[in-house]
């Protein structure tokens, strides 16, 4: 991780929504770090929590959601209090932009997808709307679209070329990070390979950090540099990806790298992580992947494990689980032939 | 054709969509066809599971509405036990949709949401007339594992986890005994944690059951925990066909390899370059009869405007690509499908009428 201030600290931030039933915790003491020009992945599987820090962070939470303790610090400044005229004013398009899910209608269909960037410009900025085409133009490059076609209506755009339309605007007020939530979840492989080609791009830049929100650990493992794997609400595990690939020492983190299909190895038997996440209502005193966990011990439905520093590692690598140590051992007993053996029988 | 008749068999197989906009008929225009499945030849034999991978739009869906009996095709003929299906009478069609069950994509939106499994599994019973209900239904519950049964069978779907409502689906599709499986993308809304259950779960039926697959999808990355053969479809057409492990391998067709080079790979250690394609793939409307990945791809040649051969490349993989045939020589660029419908002609012909006398 780099040694100059983060862009992003989360710490123990516990996010609910008010529900019939009573207080839904979608997010539970849930802490990491964003270091400046960093490509940070946040995985986990549908209901973690993953899409709810997303949201939070551009100030678009639900109305029944609130953001119950913690902190979260942006740039240094605490922003978990901020309004609605505070995100608009200060964050907002200019500090943090967002690349919403790679559906088709994110975009206004009877509007020129210029008229759009231009009213994002007025709102946001003092730019004249020359200056505002002008930009918007040169984006239009930077992610692979003919600048002429700024003019076009969104459906006059394949699902790649407008979800590169998008990054163009979120590239466009300058941000310092972008969150980008499943942005090639709706996308053929092909496409999300251009997507992702544009991404490293700006990446080589060097000034935008991004936040990428997905289910699939194999794009955080190719384009990002930490990682934080969330289960139910919960940080399991996070680090950076190397470490997380190499040495994961939480459960869920282990079980899901194993459940991934390779398509390197189609004849490697994938991991199944019984049951599925719990809904936690009220206070989260228990660790929430007790009830799928294999190595699980009473301890774990006793209190929530912390997330804190494996002592093992050199880097910052951070596990909240009681049996961390036991729990790898025991697994690797259990899968005979490791990844590695089949690496070298395949070769 | 020494593994026997084949459960299914296509024809070269034709879907295509005829749309006349009303400015076209006032100019007394004719308009070109969305050619969404053009010319597609398969069989799929007795307990033999066979992929259909493709981008959206490549036609496979098309393609599975049709064996169902859903769309009309508009040309070429598909065979069900060596019967035509264009000479089906209403009895025979509903005997078909009998034996032919789908799994669809999505287990969210497939299933009423106001029916109980139990509701959701007689359906199926009552509209074939069969008996003994909750024997049935039992046995199905648990042979899609969803034990005991007496803990799933009242509940609505709100009440199953997305993994639990696919094996719903599941036991829907199989509570008939059908001998043919179409599976559109089962396990793509999963997530990967569920994922690999049902894929076993799948497999297993299949070995259990006798049950012949066809299996639709757009991720390869799973395709060989189910397949044993894949075809590869571009824009309405099957550009390579070869078994499962042979394609992820040693892809032959410049689209197939774009597509599998395109795959993340789930190892930070691992350097993949980034696709060099360009572009997205057009509909299937007015393009020449020339290879229709020319377009985009990186090997493209003069030749490429004339359609390609669907030539047997390495004795395992059969791709249809200019690059892996020696246009002078007859025999090297035999067409393995026009060979097949030749040989078969005779067998088909005869099957058919057997049938028929039945």
Known sequence: ?347 | MTDGEPVLRLEKLQKYFEEVSLKDRILGRESEPVKAVDEVTLDLRENESIGVIGESGCGKTTLLRTLMGLYQPTGGEMYYNGKPTSEFSKSEWQEYRRNVQIIFQDPFNSLDPKFTVRDTLREPLQVHGLDNHEERIHDVLNEVQLNPPEQYIDRFPKQLSGGEKQRVSIARALILEPNVILADEPVSMLDVSTQASILTLLSDLMEDRGLSMFYISHDLSTVSYICDEINVMYLGRVVERAPTKKVLKDPKHPYSKALIDAIPVPDPHYDRDRTKIEGAALDPVDMGSGCRFRDRCPERMDICEKKPRFVDVDGESIASCHLYYDHESADAAADVDEKRLAEAGATGAEAADQVGDD
């Open chain 1, 1 to 347: 991780m780099s040694e100059s201030e983060p862009i992003l600290e989360l710490d123990d931030v516990t996010i609910q929504y008010r529900t019939s039933g009573g207080m839904l915790t979608a997010v539970s003491d849930a802490s990491f770090t964003i270091g400046q020009g960093e490509y940070f992945g946040l995985v986990g599987e549908s209901g973690c929590g993953k899409s709810t820090i997303a949201k939070t962070l551009i100030g678009a939470l639900d109305d029944n959601g609130i953001i119950e303790s913690g902190t979260i610090r942006y740039k240094g400044e605490e922003i978990q209090g901020y309004t609605e005229a505070d995100f608009n004013e200060e964050l907002r398009w200019k500090e943090i932009s967002m690349i919403p899910q790679g559906s088709m209608n994110n975009l206004d269909p009877i509007e020129k997808i210029s008229d759009q960037a231009i009213e994002i410009a007025q709102v946001h900025t003092d730019m004249t709307k020359a200056e505002a085409l002008e930009r918007f133009e040169e984006l239009f490059e930077v992610v692979g679209i003919q600048k002429s076609r700024i003019n076009d209506y969104p459906h006059q755009f394949s699902g790649g070329m407008e979800q590169r339309a998008i990054i163009a605007l979120a590239l466009f007020l300058n941000p310092s990070l972008i969150i980008a939530d499943e942005p090639t979840t709706a996308l053929d492989v092909i496409m999300q390979d251009q997507v992702f080609k544009y991404l490293d791009e700006i990446r080589e830049e060097g000034d935008v950090s991004m936040v990428l929100i997905t289910h699939d650990i194999s794009l955080v493992f190719e384009s990002c540099d930490d990682i934080a794997i969330m289960h139910s609400g919960q940080v399991a595990e996070t680090g950076d990806i190397g470490t997380i690939y190499d040495n994961p020492r939480h459960p869920y983190s282990f079980m899901l790298q194993g459940a991934f299909p390779d398509h390197r190895y189609p004849d490697r038997d994938l991991e199944v992580i019984e049951g599925h996440p719990p809904e936690n209502m009220g206070e989260v005193n228990r660790c929430t992947f007790v009830d799928r966990c294999p190595y699980a011990v009473e301890e774990c439905s006793e209190s929530a494990p912390k997330l804190e520093q494996y002592e093992e590692s050199e880097t910052d690598h951070r596990v909240a689980c009681f049996r961390s140590e036991d729990a790898y051992e025991e697994h690797q007993r259990s899968m005979p032939d490791s990844d590695t053996a089949e690496v070298q029988g395949d070769d």
